[in-house]
């Protein structure tokens, strides 16, 4: 099936999934990068997956979080929400477990 990913505004969803929108935002370059970047993520069946493929690109994480830079300002910020992730004592997601994320903000300059 692939990941899912929710977004935290209809404005976030709007900029990620409708081209025209991505552009005016953040211009044609990186609007390319982010819609794109969303469809890689979807093609994966897992983050686990996903967040291997990113490499270099996923500048930090958090024990349930993680941003993803897309152009050298803008970063997305994505959290696990998958009811049945796996989670170890110390709080930090087996992301193989997480096939639903959210899009909890694009921050940088816009």
Known sequence: MGIQISYGSPKLKGCCLV????EQVYG???????????????AFDNAEQWRDFLGEDMVST??????????SVYVASFAAIDNYQTVSASGHVDWSTVEY?????ISGQQ
Do not use: H, P, Y
């Not at 958090?62 to 830079?69: M, P, R």
């Open 19 to 22: 081209l025209e929108k991505a």
């Open 28 to 42: 044609r370059t990186l609007a390319d990068r982010l819609t794109t970047a969303i469809a890689e993520a979807e």
């Open 62 to 71: 958090a024990t349930k979080s993680f941003q993803v830079s897309f152009g």
């Open 101 to 105: 994320l959210k899009l909890t903000e």
